[in-house]
């Protein structure tokens, strides 16, 4: 008995060994099975095009001279580049349609502006602390404040910076195959040159190098041991972060997940807790960590829609949201937090285009016949925008749309879309323009709608609803360094719109000063001291040249001959005010500074010169080793006297963290708050920041700025409700003194302060709002916009204000008398007020079952106003509130009587599946009926049915540059 109890035993052991054995193998058979054709053909081109990026060539330049024995590009920094060069090698063999102006093996086109550079050196502490340094000083590279370049060791600790060959901390954690990768730079051959963590021994075929190959990512996931590793323990490594730096790459190289990658990821999601107390969210690392890295799901996406939708269906979008509103407050209302990140819509693909594709019958027809030239241009208000834009490959637009309703940021008057104008130039002013060229058979009414302003102005937007009808248009400018330096140098301009590009290819340059020939350096030298000269002689066209040269790391190798001439032109007053700030930002101000050779003589000539001599005075007196000088109280009066600098004071003196604590930066403050010359400023700089909010006397300096009357009411919001806030001592009696001051007073209460969710539960908030409604003006016949750009002399319309701000928040809409209110303004009958309580406020349910809530509808649907028909049908007829109430289809029977709101009752009412039933069973007919056909069946002529669309009037153009 014994001896086969044994043999079960041993029979259960060789099972279980067996199973061990098939699992491994089933692992490793790629590995097994040796590299395929297709990894090493991708494994020599990676390692022979490493020398086209100048910055890895001149990283094996420094290991050389340091002796390093092994340098490789880790993690994301080695995914990036090899799957650029895989791209690149399907688009040369024709298996991919990419564009070839983005293969130029250029930093910028292979890196996210917001990537670090990651870099794993077999070596030592002091080997990699100098090669960090060398790069941080050859290609000065920032996020924000931070060098971009990190440089860890293989083997060993340096700092916080774990070890990561053999590393338990490491290897046991959750992770992707993405984030285990290296590729050597220095040290081995090409057969050993792609490595992985997982398999470092397996050099020749790991799971890196396939999943480059096959385009996937691999989820390592390992929820037991990843709760054991040094950092998990610490609360800094909750394993919600492996799955946002999993879905990262994902998105960012548009790679293949496998159905049981996406049961972990769902797995990891659905256990994050995202209360700030919680196990996940508790240590301010990763507070930090997940507000600024969480928003790269969808800022580095190649293909916004892609993320959305994959990130809607993991259900990571909706618990980054909550976890954004448990940090702040006020992250739903606030541009650029992550919550506002995860709550944007992208441009999504609807249908195919092709001429062989009908239009549908209302359309106006295709893009070749209405577009001329067939180009559209949109702006951007930063270059990471245009840069995130622009990424795909492909060439496909990577944007979001605008929305109706209560979305910080965004302005849709004219629907939900991509707002463009035609031509190329867009709308906001900043230069950061893209343009696209448009699908020659799109349809209007389908993929865009065409708005045509004014024939006066000559401006005409589309508003895009399909992905497909757009392609960006690439853009580049290929010039050598000593070539762009000269065309600098012989006054080189770009248009304002091509802001972009200039952005672009002067970073490119900057890129390539490191590594050009002695030669090269000695022609840029000599035509760099030609333009000192000319500047020094009061030339204009020297600036651009130097603005790139002080901008790169040659700046910090001045000569004190240069220095003088730039005192020279800076105190004759022959420098622009533009290369002037330039100066003051991006030169004095930085820590090298404090080594230039000017003394203080240069500095009291700079202060009572006034204009931008003063403002470079300023600029040298922020530098840290000014500090406590002797003379800096001295020279600080000084300007703060003549009242000349009082702006550039606050943004630059008193604002910086070196100044805001010491004891004469309050006095300084109240003496600019009394001057009235830096309103605005002390706005934007000052009363904005926690420090100066949490100040006593903030709400007594936010009163003074509103009695001068001159920061505009869009910088007042990011102040108002902070200075304000409820524990403030004085909050009620100023709120209060507002309301009595007048409609300007009055407005800033609406719009920052009861507008806010921290306020609807005051005491005397509903006592306030019933006071305002109260004391209604009535408005002047002005478009809202062009009341909001001159408050002078125009009546501003309360009414709107509270239909906006107030009856249209989700904590507002159900308090008792919303109803009540609502019906006072739309008695009063202000077109603009109607519009925002039929689009934000009718469409909720205790609407639907207040007793009048028909008739009001009738009476709006009566005033015959295109607009307030089209938002009707679109917002409140289509909603389940409303859909069953007893006379909704006789609402209905009037819109499409009227013919004012086509468009909308097709797109929205008739793909209704309620509707479709609805008038199927009415017309008896086994479709969904077309609007003529409904229209027949109510007996309307033609000329009752005439479609009209919406005129387009005075506050339409006013308003048509602010959404795009």
Same mark, same amino acid.
């Given at each position: 008995?014994?001896?086969?109890?044994?043999?079960?035993?041993?029979?259960?052991?060789?099972?279980?060994?067996? +199973?061990?054995?098939? $699992?491994?193998?089933? =692992?490793?058979?790629?590995?097994?099975?040796?590299?395929?054709?297709?990894?090493?053909?991708?494994?020599?081109?990676?390692?022979? @095009?490493?020398? @086209?990026?100048?910055?890895?060539?001149?990283?094996?330049?420094?290991?050389?001279?340091?002796?390093?024995?092994?340098?490789?590009?880790?993690?994301?920094?080695?995914?990036?580049?090899?799957?650029?060069?895989?791209?690149?090698?399907?688009?040369?063999?024709?298996?991919?349609?990419?564009?070839?102006?983005?293969?130029?093996?250029?930093?910028?086109?292979?890196?996210?502006?917001?990537?670090?550079?990651?870099?794993?050196?077999?070596?030592?502490?002091?080997?990699?602390? +100098?090669?960090?340094?060398?790069?941080?000083?050859?290609?000065?590279?920032?996020?924000?404040?931070?060098?971009?370049?990190?440089?860890?060791?293989?083997?060993?600790?340096?700092?916080?910076?774990?070890? !990561?060959?053999?590393?338990?901390?490491?290897?046991?954690?959750?992770?992707?195959?993405?984030?285990?990768?290296?590729?050597?730079?220095?040290?081995?051959?090409?057969?050993?040159?792609?490595?992985?963590?997982?398999?470092?021994?397996?050099?020749?075929?790991?799971?890196?190098?396939?999943?480059?190959?096959?385009?996937?990512?691999?989820?390592?996931?390992?929820?037991?041991?990843?709760?054991?590793?040094?950092?998990?323990?610490?609360?800094?490594?909750?394993?919600?972060?492996? /799955?946002?730096?999993?879905?990262?790459?994902?998105?960012?190289?548009?790679?293949?997940?496998?159905?049981?990658?996406?049961?972990?990821?769902?797995?990891?999601?659905?256990?994050?807790?995202?209360?700030?107390?919680? &196990?996940?969210?508790?240590?301010?690392?990763?507070?930090?960590?997940?507000?600024?890295?969480?928003?790269?799901?969808?800022?580095?996406?190649?293909?916004?829609?892609?993320?959305?939708?994959?990130?809607?269906?993991?259900?990571?979008?909706?618990? !980054?949201?909550?976890?954004?509103?448990?940090?702040?407050?006020?992250?739903?209302?606030?541009?650029? $937090?992550?919550?506002?990140?995860?709550?944007?819509?992208?441009?999504?693909?609807?249908?195919?285009?092709?001429?062989?594709?009908?239009?549908?019958?209302?359309?106006? #027809?295709?893009?070749?016949?209405?577009?001329?030239?067939?180009?559209?241009?949109?702006? $951007?208000?930063?270059?990471?925008?245009?840069?995130?834009?622009?990424?795909?490959?492909?060439?496909?637009?990577?944007?979001?749309?605008? @929305?109706?309703?209560?979305?910080?940021?965004?302005?849709?008057?004219?629907?939900?879309?991509?707002?463009?104008?035609?031509?190329?130039?867009?709308?906001? #002013? =900043?230069?950061?323009?893209?343009?696209?060229?448009?699908?020659?058979?799109?349809?209007?009414?389908?993929?865009?709608?065409?708005?045509?302003?004014?024939?006066?102005?000559?401006?005409?937007?589309?508003?895009?609803?399909?992905?497909?009808?757009?392609?960006?248009?690439?853009?580049?400018?290929?010039?050598?360094?000593?070539?762009?330096?000269?065309?600098? +140098?012989?006054?080189?301009?770009?248009?304002?719109? *091509?802001?972009?590009?200039?952005?672009?290819?002067?970073?490119?340059?900057?890129?390539?000063?490191?590594?050009?020939?002695?030669?090269?350096?000695?022609?840029?030298?000599?035509?760099?001291?030609?333009?000192?000269?000319?500047?020094?002689?009061?030339?204009?066209?020297?600036?651009?040249? !130097? $603005?790139?040269?002080?901008?790169?790391?040659?700046? &910090?190798?001045?000569?004190?001959?240069? !220095?003088?001439?730039?005192?020279?032109?800076?105190?004759?007053?022959?420098?622009?005010?533009?290369?002037?700030?330039?100066?003051?930002?991006?030169?004095?101000?930085?820590?090298?500074?404090?080594?230039?050779?000017?003394?203080?003589?240069?500095?009291?000539?700079?202060?009572?010169?006034?204009?931008?001599?003063?403002?470079?005075?300023?600029?040298?007196?922020?530098?840290?080793?000014?500090?406590?000088?002797?003379?800096?109280?001295?020279?600080?009066?000084?300007?703060?006297?003549? #009242?000349?600098?009082?702006?550039?004071?606050?943004?630059?003196?008193?604002?910086?963290?070196?100044?805001?604590?010491?004891?004469? +930066?309050?006095?300084?403050?109240?003496?600019?708050?009394?001057?009235?010359?830096?309103?605005?400023?002390?706005?934007?700089?000052?009363?904005?920041?926690?420090?100066?909010?949490?100040?006593?006397?903030?709400?007594?300096?936010?009163? &003074?700025?509103?009695?001068?009357? &001159?920061? *505009?009411?869009?910088?007042?919001?990011?102040?108002?409700? %902070?200075?304000?806030?409820?524990?403030?001592?004085?909050?009620?009696?100023?709120?209060?003194?507002?309301?009595?001051?007048?409609?300007?007073?009055?407005?800033?209460?609406?719009?920052?302060?009861?507008?806010?969710?921290?306020?609807? *539960?005051?005491?005397?908030?509903?006592?306030?709002?019933?006071?305002?409604?109260?004391?209604?003006?009535?408005?002047?016949?002005?478009?809202?916009?062009?009341?909001?750009?001159?408050?002078?002399?125009?009546?501003? *319309?309360?009414?709107? /204000?509270?239909?906006?701000?107030?009856?249209?928040?989700?904590?507002?809409?159900?308090?008792?008398?919303?109803?009540?209110?609502?019906?006072?303004?739309?008695?009063?009958?202000?077109?603009?007020?109607?519009?925002?309580?039929?689009?934000?406020?009718?469409?909720?349910?205790?609407?639907?079952?207040?007793?009048?809530?028909?008739?009001?509808?009738?009476?709006?649907? /009566?005033?015959?106003?295109?607009?307030?028909?089209? @938002?009707?049908?679109?917002?409140?007829?289509?909603?389940?509130?409303?859909?069953?109430?007893?006379?909704?289809?006789?609402?209905?029977?009037?819109?499409?009587?009227?013919?004012?709101?086509?468009?909308?009752? =097709?797109?929205? =009412?008739?793909?209704?599946?309620?509707?479709?039933?609805?008038?199927?069973?009415?017309?008896?007919?086994? %479709?969904?009926?077309?609007?003529?056909?409904?229209?027949?069946?109510?007996?309307?002529?033609?000329?009752?049915?005439?479609?009209?669309?919406?005129?387009?009037?005075?506050?339409?153009?006013?308003?048509?540059?602010?959404?795009?």
């Amino acid at each position: 008995m014994a001896l086969k109890k044994n043999k079960k035993v041993n029979m259960s052991l060789l099972c279980l060994l067996g +199973a061990i054995v098939f $699992t491994l193998f089933s =692992t490793s058979i790629t590995a097994f099975a040796g590299p395929s054709k297709q990894q090493l053909e991708l494994a020599h081109e990676i390692i022979a @095009r490493e020398d @086209r990026v100048v910055e890895f060539k001149t990283i094996k330049e420094l290991a050389k001279s340091l002796n390093i024995p092994a340098v490789y590009l880790f993690g994301g920094t080695a995914a990036a580049y090899g799957h650029y060069v895989h791209w690149d090698l399907q688009r040369e063999r024709g298996e991919l349609n990419l564009q070839r102006e983005r293969f130029d093996y250029d930093y910028t086109s292979i890196f996210r502006s917001n990537q670090d550079i990651d870099i794993v050196i077999d070596g030592t502490p002091e080997q990699a602390k +100098a090669l960090e340094g060398a790069l941080a000083q050859q290609f000065p590279f920032f996020q924000g404040q931070k060098s971009v370049w990190e440089v860890r060791l293989l083997r060993n600790d340096i700092g916080d910076k774990e070890s !990561l060959l053999d590393n338990p901390s490491f290897s046991h954690q959750n992770s992707d195959s993405n984030s285990t990768g290296l590729i050597n730079l220095v040290g081995e051959s090409e057969a050993n040159a792609i490595r992985d963590l997982k398999d470092w021994d397996n050099s020749s075929s790991n799971y890196f190098l396939n999943d480059l190959v096959t385009d996937q990512l691999h989820y390592y996931y390992n929820p037991e041991l990843h709760a054991g590793t040094n950092r998990a323990i610490q609360g800094k490594n909750p394993p919600i972060l492996s /799955a946002i730096r999993y879905l990262t790459k994902a998105f960012q190289y548009q790679l293949k997940i496998s159905d049981e990658d996406k049961q972990h990821l769902k797995q990891v999601i659905d256990a994050f807790d995202t209360s700030p107390s919680g &196990k996940d969210l508790k240590d301010h690392y990763v507070q930090g960590w997940m507000e600024k890295n969480g928003i790269k799901l969808i800022q580095n996406a190649i293909d916004m829609e892609y993320a959305t939708k994959l990130s809607d269906e993991l259900g990571l979008r909706k618990k !980054l949201r909550e976890a954004s509103l448990n940090l702040n407050p006020y992250a739903s209302s606030t541009v650029g $937090t992550l919550y506002w990140w995860m709550s944007k819509e992208p441009l999504k693909k609807i249908s195919d285009i092709g001429e062989e594709i009908p239009c549908p019958p209302e359309s106006k #027809g295709r893009a070749k016949d209405l577009v001329p030239g067939g180009i559209v241009a949109h702006e $951007t208000n930063s270059f990471d925008a245009y840069e995130s834009i622009t990424k795909a490959h492909t060439g496909e637009p990577n944007v979001f749309i605008s @929305r109706e309703g209560n979305f910080p940021g965004e302005q849709a008057d004219y629907g939900d879309g991509f707002y463009t104008l035609i031509g190329k130039a867009g709308a906001r #002013g =900043t230069g950061m323009t893209i343009r696209f060229s448009i699908n020659p058979f799109a349809c209007e009414g389908r993929d865009f709608l065409l708005l045509g302003l004014d024939p006066n102005y000559g401006i005409t937007a589309l508003i895009f609803r399909n992905k497909a009808a757009l392609s960006v248009i690439p853009e580049s400018v290929q010039l050598s360094p000593v070539e762009y330096f000269n065309k600098l +140098a012989n006054g080189l301009t770009f248009d304002f719109n *091509d802001s972009a590009v200039a952005e672009r290819l002067k970073r490119k340059i900057i890129n390539r000063l490191a590594s050009i020939s002695p030669q090269e350096i000695d022609e840029i030298h000599r035509l760099v001291d030609g333009s000192f000269k000319s500047l020094a002689q009061g030339k204009s066209k020297a600036e651009p040249a !130097l $603005t790139v040269w002080l901008g790169s790391k040659y700046a &910090k190798e001045m000569s004190s001959h240069e !220095l003088d001439l730039l005192m020279s032109a800076i105190n004759s007053n022959t420098i622009s005010s533009d290369f002037g700030v330039f100066l003051a930002k991006k030169f004095f101000l930085q820590k090298n500074a404090e080594n230039l050779p000017y003394s203080d003589a240069h500095i009291t000539a700079l202060v009572n010169k006034g204009g931008i001599a003063s403002f470079i005075a300023l600029s040298i007196l922020c530098s840290p080793q000014f500090e406590n000088h002797p003379k800096a109280k001295e020279w600080m009066g000084k300007l703060i006297g003549n #009242g000349e600098m009082d702006k550039l004071i606050a943004e630059y003196v008193i604002s910086t963290i070196n100044w805001e604590e010491r004891p004469q +930066a309050a006095k300084f403050l109240e003496k600019l708050v009394q001057h009235g010359n830096a309103d605005e400023t002390i706005a934007d700089h000052l009363l904005s920041t926690p420090y100066w909010t949490q100040n006593p006397k903030s709400a007594v300096w936010l009163e &003074k700025l509103f009695e001068h009357g &001159k920061v *505009d009411w869009q910088t007042l919001e990011s102040i108002a409700d %902070r200075a304000l806030s409820k524990v403030h001592p004085n909050k009620a009696e100023l709120i209060e003194k507002f309301i009595e001051s007048g409609n300007f007073g009055r407005l800033m209460v609406i719009k920052y302060i009861l507008s806010k969710p921290n306020w609807k *539960d005051h005491p005397k908030a509903t006592a306030w709002v019933e006071k305002l409604i109260n004391l209604h003006t009535p408005p002047k016949k002005v478009g809202w916009l062009a009341t909001l750009m001159s408050r002078e002399g125009i009546t501003i *319309d309360i009414d709107g /204000a509270i239909a906006m701000h107030i009856l249209s928040k989700p904590y507002w809409k159900e308090h008792p008398k919303a109803v009540e209110w609502s019906e006072m303004l739309l008695e009063r009958g202000a077109s603009e007020v109607a519009h925002d309580i039929v689009s934000c406020v009718f469409p909720t349910s205790q609407w639907q079952e207040y007793p009048k809530a028909a008739e009001c509808l009738e009476k709006l649907i /009566a005033r015959g106003e295109s607009r307030l028909s089209r @938002r009707i049908a679109e917002r409140v007829l289509s909603t389940p509130h409303w859909k069953e109430h007893p006379k909704a289809p006789e609402l209905l029977k009037m819109l499409i009587q009227q013919g004012y709101a086509d468009k909308s009752i =097709t797109y929205f =009412t008739l793909k209704d599946k309620f509707w479709m039933n609805y008038f199927q069973t009415l017309l008896q007919m086994d %479709r969904t009926p077309t609007l003529d056909e409904i229209k027949n069946f109510y007996k309307l002529t033609d000329d009752s049915s005439t479609g009209k669309c919406s005129p387009f009037n005075f506050f339409d153009i006013w308003t048509l540059p602010i959404i795009f």
